[in-house]
């Protein structure tokens, strides 16, 4: 795919959906990484019912961390790897209670070294909550970027990379819901939807198809 067609794809992305951002419901940037943590490998209807009734009680690091390990389990038994996730929350909630003042620190390394969070939940929070022009690799924009042959790569790391570099400026702080939306509704994973797709007459997978 050349410059002219990247564009192409990113603009016919951006007039369909000129407002994209995460689906994830929060009110602050703490709630937001909570409901990211939650997120792997889970969807983020399930996060939103859950997330929905934990909030009205605790929605801060100091509450969270009050609330309890086994009571905030109950809240979010029903989401995949939560004995792992609701652990990880209580030591990241405690470490921002302690270290940060409450509050979500803005530096890759910093998030990065709170649990449960790697470098595709850093990119997330970079990108949505403080507008770094970072694009967090999952499922579907690795799909995405490789059946498209926008960014091609045998790990997320290597699509990240080449997304970055592909990817004009104009777009990046908005790239990574673009491609995620896309990816959800339309490229989706056994059958994408190519008759309904916009971005059809770009897509590499489409061309092969034919």
């Known amino acids: 795919m050349n410059k002219r067609q990247i564009v192409q794809l990113y603009q016919t992305l951006a007039d369909i959906t000129p407002d994209a951002t995460t689906e994830l419901q929060y009110t602050s940037t703490f709630e937001l990484l909570v409901s990211v943590i939650l997120s792997a490998q889970a969807t983020d209807i399930s996060v939103n019912k859950a997330t929905e009734k934990l909030y009205r009680v605790a929605n801060t690091p100091k509450a969270i961390h009050d609330l ?8 979010i038994k029903n989401i995949g790897l939560y004995n792992t996730k ?10 921002l209670e302690h270290n940060y003042d409450g ?5 890759r390394e910093e998030l990065e ?14 990108n949505t ?19 498209t ?9 290597q699509v990240e990379d080449q ?3 592909v990817t004009p400026p104009k777009y990046l702080k908005l790239a ?13 994973a056994r059958k994408p939807h190519c008759l309904d797709c916009a971005i059809r007459n770009l897509c590499e997978h489409n061309r092969l198809e034919k």
């Open 163 to 165: 997304l970055l570099v």
């Open 86 to 95: 609701a652990s990880n929350i209580i030591k990241t909630c405690r470490i």
């Open 149 to 157: 042959g926008l960014a091609k790569g045998k790990t997320v790391r």
């Open 176 to 188: 990574h819901h673009l491609l995620i939306l896309h990816g959800r509704y339309t490229c989706v």
């Open 113 to 126: 070294s709170l649990p449960g969070v790697g470098r595709k939940t850093a990119n997330v929070i970079l």
């Open 129 to 147: 909550a403080f507008n770094h022009p970072t694009i967090a690799v999952d499922t579907h924009i690795f799909r995405v970027s490789n059946r």
């Open 68 to 75: 309890g390990l086994r009571k905030l389990k109950t809240y």
């Open 103 to 107: 509050k979500v620190p803005t530096s």
